[in-house]
């Protein structure tokens, strides 16, 4: 199975930059997530990762370190609509498809 | 991207009863279907995996006999929450997985379950 660890909540104020980590362990990698979720809504999709490095699409970027074990999804201009829960989901070799989810960081964008 | 719809996105029971929530693949075969749920606060948390024509497997904790998958085609996955009670009531989310495109990334809009 995973670990997967993410801070519960982060604060950031209007067109600022913010970084939220994941930190994960698992028997059989094969894939990172990152989710955007709003209150009362489905999560949708930002991100995949499989190999290292960095990944950008628009203001939101996601870093993997396999060897670490270590993710981190950055968002940049941070606008307010951006206020969500940020989940963090790894994908196992073993289990196409299935995925664990960490807890979920709540992102406050402040004006 | 494609498109998964989830039916129906609110509903509320009496205690006791059932319901079913329906997961369609709108644009593509899914061959495989996922299906979370998610209490208040908390992250989405696996219960079974569907899989089109055979029995679907479940997780740790999961009643399978309370919890009745169905997924008797390549676009349409069932649950069935039987003899519902007040600790039921959650938010109940499909993903469903096809072959173009990346397994994981995409789910339905999600059905609110409320057993009073």
């Known amino acids: 199975g995973q670990n997967i660890d993410q801070p519960t909540e982060m604060t950031a104020t209007e067109g600022a930059i913010v970084q939220i980590n994941c930190t994960y362990q698992?028997?059989?990698?094969?894939?990172l997530f990152w989710y955007q979720q709003h209150a009362g809504e489905a999560p949708t999709f930002l991100s995949y990762n499989v190999l290292d490095g960095l990944e950008e699409k628009g203001r939101f970027s996601s870093f993997l370190s396999r060897s670490k074990g270590y993710s981190y999804l950055l968002l940049k201009e941070l606008q307010m609509k951006d206020s969500a829960s940020y989940l963090c989901a790894v994908r196992d070799r073993d289990s196409w498809g299935k995925l664990q989810f960490g807890a979920g960081t709540q992102v406050v964008v402040t004006p | 991207g494609a498109v998964v719809s989830q039916h129906p996105s609110r509903v509320i029971c009496k205690s006791g009863t059932s319901v079913k929530i329906e997961c369609r693949s709108l644009?593509?075969?899914?061959?495989?279907m996922f299906w979370y749920r998610q209490f208040p606060k908390q992250s989405l948390m696996l219960m079974a995996t569907s899989n089109e024509g055979s029995k679907a497997t479940y997780e740790q904790g999961v009643e399978k006999d309370k919890f009745l998958i169905n997924h008797a085609s390549l676009t349409l996955s069932t649950l069935t929450v039987t003899s519902a009670h007040p600790e039921d009531s959650s938010f109940y989310i499909c993903s469903a997985d096809g072959d173009r495109f990346i397994p994981g990334a995409f789910f339905g809009q999600g059905t609110r379950l409320t057993v009073v």
């Open positions: 644009d593509f075969q899914a061959t495989t």
């Open positions: 698992t028997s059989g990698f094969n894939g």
